[in-house]
């Protein structure tokens, strides 16, 4: 995939996949709202801040975002 190819499908997503570590030390994944990106480094996405996940991501940063395209069977993840 070309990068103009990943920043139409990062553009287009409405949703993407939120990855992290739980309180467990286990792989946790949340569905969040993509709001806006300026190219592919910067994403702002919208969830609940009162919900758990985003405690278990203030407490270990390792995080990745997955944007799809289900009907193409493509994604990108960073």
């Not at 499908?9 to 739980?22: E, M, R």
């Not at 949340?30 to 996405?45: A, E, P, Q, S």
């Not at 270990?60 to 009907?71: A, D, I, K, Q």
């Amino acid at each position: 995939m070309k990068t103009d190819e990943i920043m139409q499908l990062v553009n287009k997503s409405l949703f993407a996949d939120l990855g992290f570590i739980d309180s467990d030390g286990m792989p946790a994944i949340r569905r969040v709202f993509c709001t806006w990106h300026k190219g592919l480094g910067t994403h702002l996405i919208s969830t609940n801040t009162s919900s758990m996940h985003i405690q278990n991501i203030l407490r270990c940063s390792n995080t990745c975002l997955y944007f799809e395209n289900s009907e193409r069977f493509e994604g990108v993840c960073f």
